[in-house]
Every structure is written in C-alpha cells, then in structure tokens.
C-alpha cells in the first residue's frame, strides 16, 4: 500500500498553508468565496455557533473537493480534507481518495474535531462515492490513520482490498491478513505507491 513519504519538508510544504495563521485566513477566505455548502445536517452533527462544517466544490480542479470546519468569527481552517474522484478502469468506478487530511494541534478545538475524520470518513465520503482508495504516498501519520480506517471497516462489515492498480488485482483483506501483510503493504521503496487501500460498501 503506500510509500511512505519522511521527509519533513515535504510534509511542511503541504501543510504550510494551514499550519501558519496568516495562510490559513487566505485559505479560509478562498473557501468562503468559493460557493461552500454546509453539511452538518447531512452528517447529523451539530457544533457551536460561529462554526461550520463546509464542502467546497472544483476550485481547484473539476475532480476535486474540499471539506472544512471553519469559525466564522475567527476566520480560519479548523479541519481540512482535499479528495480527489478518481477514474479507474479495473474497479469500473470513480472512487474518493483523500489526498490531504490536517487538524489543528490547539487544543481548545479537540472537541470539535475529535472522531470528526472517522465520521467524515464512514458517513459522508463512503456513504456519497460507495467506495474510497488509499492515496499512493503517506506521511506515518497518514499509514496509522488507513490502518485504522481498515480495522474499522472490517468491524462495520464493509469490503475491504489490498489494490495493485498496475495490475488491476484485489486481495481480499480481513483482520488475519491485514495482520499478516502488514509489512509487506507499507514501504518507503518507490513500488510501494502501487499497492493501494479500498474500502467499499459493496464486493467488488
């Protein structure tokens, strides 16, 4: 599944533009000018005043969204997720890979984001695409959070697949042979950004 990808300042550099404060209100401004759309009441959620959970539509390009919980009164990005809809002949479908996901470290926001990626994850990008991949380079961070994802999915009966996309081949992926494959999925060699992630909510 994923290369990993350690080195920080290519971390640093994606997350610039959340992580400095200056950044973030442009951000914040670029989203807010963009048409969002709220779905709190699509995920059943509801949070504070002044705060919002938005979903903005190709601002960047015409395959792409963006999920963020903003306040209004401060005028910034709490929580960011970037997905991507791919196109993918051997899945003969178009499935949601996140290729950002960021939260805010401060800690008087842990309430408001604390579960929100697991929820966004199972209740909003699954239930809306059907199924959703691995993208193919991960920080450490990014191969815990997919490594939990899957457990996740297992528990909650939804399929899950080790992807080889050259290939197009699918292996089926329970608790036992996630755990056997574990080492052989993530890898910091370059052939590892192959080998994807799906979970979907039907057999493929």
Same mark, same amino acid.
């Not at 404060?21 to 963009?34: A, G, Q």
């Given at each position: 599944?994923?290369?990993?990808?350690?080195?920080?300042?290519?971390?640093?550099?994606?997350? #610039? #533009?959340?992580?400095?404060?200056?950044?973030?209100?442009?951000?914040?401004?670029?989203?807010?000018?963009?048409?969002?759309?709220?779905? !709190?009441?699509?995920?059943?959620?509801?949070? !504070?005043?002044?705060?919002?959970?938005?979903?903005?539509?190709?601002?960047?390009?015409?395959?792409?969204?963006?999920?963020? /919980? +903003?306040?209004?009164?401060?005028? #910034?990005? %709490?929580?960011?997720?970037?997905?991507?809809?791919?196109?993918?002949?051997? !899945?003969?479908?178009?499935?949601? &890979?996140? +290729?950002?996901?960021?939260?805010?470290?401060?800690?008087?926001?842990?309430? /408001?984001?604390?579960?929100?990626?697991?929820?966004?994850?199972? @209740?909003? %990008?699954?239930?809306?695409?059907?199924?959703?991949?691995?993208?193919?380079?991960? =920080?450490?961070?990014?191969?815990?959070?997919?490594? &939990?994802?899957?457990?996740?999915?297992?528990? #909650?009966?939804?399929? =899950?697949?080790?992807?080889?996309?050259?290939?197009?081949?699918?292996?089926?992926?329970?608790?036992?042979? /996630?755990?056997?494959?574990?080492?052989?999925?993530?890898? @910091?060699?370059?052939d590892y950004q192959y080998q994807l992630a799906v979970i979907s909510k039907f057999c493929i």
């Amino acid at each position: 599944m994923p290369q990993l990808y350690l080195n920080r300042k290519d971390i640093k550099h994606d997350f #610039k #533009k959340l992580m400095q404060i200056r950044m973030n209100h442009d951000l914040y401004h670029k989203l807010m000018d963009s048409l969002p759309v709220s779905i !709190l009441t699509k995920l059943g959620l509801s949070i !504070l005043e002044g705060f919002d959970l938005i979903r903005v539509d190709e601002r960047e390009a015409d395959n792409t969204f963006e999920i963020a /919980l +903003i306040s209004k009164t401060e005028e #910034k990005v %709490i929580y960011y997720n970037k997905v991507i809809i791919v196109n993918d002949v051997f !899945l003969n479908s178009r499935p949601a &890979t996140q +290729i950002l996901l960021w939260r805010t470290v401060d800690p008087k926001y842990k309430g /408001l984001t604390a579960g929100l990626a697991e929820k966004i994850f199972f @209740e909003y %990008i699954i239930e809306t695409y059907d199924i959703i991949m691995s993208d193919n380079i991960q =920080t450490e961070q990014g191969m815990f959070f997919w490594q &939990t994802r899957l457990l996740q999915a297992i528990d #909650k009966g939804l399929f =899950t697949y080790l992807y080889d996309y050259i290939n197009g081949n699918l292996f089926r992926l329970n608790r036992q042979t /996630l755990e056997e494959k574990n080492e052989e999925i993530w890898g @910091e060699e370059e052939d590892y950004q192959y080998q994807l992630a799906v979970i979907s909510k039907f057999c493929i």
